[in-house]
């Protein structure tokens, strides 16, 4: 289940202390098997915020509850008046040098998967293929009653057919695709239904407070299983649902790296945590290693 992502945990004198040395990345990257995990810092670079990191929306923004999304039909318009605006941001992102970089190391046969938290598409954008949305991805829509998925994109429409002129400008644009809005801007926002059966319409994205399907959970664990490591890129691992697999890697002896800026609440089972900006870090990496020479060389961070 992803709780409300709240920091209940300190730091302790068992955490690594930061480093700016990447040898440890391309070294187990050099020897192949590297499992990624993926949170919300590897896209700050394209223009979607995090959490936590400096900036960070939780010192504005809590995330939609599942409990809240299905128990009132008020929040429902709340929630999708304020993603249907933050959607055309999410529209605009495109990959930056990390999700290239990423990509490339794919190619190249240097990794055995990515499981990415984030629900914004950018790896498959940046060419990545093998990958796990943990939580989900905006980009698709489902039915809470008859299970029918439908393309955002289509729901986009529809939405803008049902709210002519509805143009607010927001204060910001939050990591789960939420725009911030006032109850005013917000209005007397239409809702459309399931085109189906007319039932409640819900992003296919696991919101706090909703447990990630098991099965998803099993396949992730089978990918940490079968990993020589685990490449933790931006996540700060606050929230159960990506720290766990940190866990599982350190037990069964297995390195655990970390590229964040900022402290993690799984840096104590990591053998290093980097504290270099993603997209700089994985395109020196890459460079180390040599496989940007048959790549599209990633822009400048």
């Not at 009653?145 to 994109?153: G, L, M, N, Q, V």
């Not at 005013?184 to 809702?191: C, I, K, L, M």
């Not at 399907?213 to 940490?224: G, N």
Request: glycine letters at 10%; charged letters at 20%.
């Amino acid at each position: 289940m992803r709780m409300r992502p709240t920091l209940s945990w300190s730091p302790t004198e068992d955490m690594p202390p930061a480093t700016t040395d990447l040898e440890p990345v391309a070294d187990a990257l050099s020897t192949g098997g590297v499992l990624v995990l993926s949170g919300a810092g590897i896209s700050t670079e394209s223009g979607i915020p995090d959490y936590r990191g400096e900036g960070g929306s939780l010192s504005r923004h809590t995330p939609m509850t599942y409990q809240d999304f299905t128990g009132s039909a008020q929040a429902r318009r709340r929630y999708w008046a304020r993603s249907h605006l933050g959607w055309r941001t999410f529209g605009r992102a495109r990959p930056n040098a990390g999700h290239r970089a990423v990509a490339a190391f794919e190619r190249h046969g240097l990794l055995s998967g990515v499981i990415t938290q984030n629900v914004d598409g950018l790896h498959q954008a940046a060419g990545s293929k093998d990958i796990v949305e943990l939580h989900g991805s905006l980009d698709r829509v489902v039915c809470l009653s008859c299970h029918a998925f439908s393309s955002r994109r289509e729901l986009a429409r529809r939405l803008e057919e049902a709210n002519t002129g509805f143009d607010p400008v927001a204060a910001a644009i939050n990591p789960d695709g939420d725009a911030d809005l006032t109850d005013e801007q917000v209005g007397d926002f239409r809702v459309v239904s399931c085109s189906v059966c007319g039932g409640i319409l819900k992003p296919d994205v696991v919101f706090f407070g909703e447990a990630v399907p098991p099965p998803r959970v099993e396949h992730c664990r089978e990918l940490v299983h079968g990993a020589a490591s685990l490449l933790v890129l931006g996540s700060s691992l606050t929230v159960m649902s990506g720290l766990r697999f940190v866990r599982q890697a350190d037990r069964a002896g297995k390195a655990v790296l970390i590229i964040n800026r900022d402290l993690t609440r799984g840096d104590r089972h990591a053998v290093t945590r980097i504290a270099l900006p993603l997209g700089t870090a994985l395109t020196t990496v890459a460079g180390q290693l040599g496989i940007l020479a048959d790549d599209e060389a990633p822009e400048p961070a």
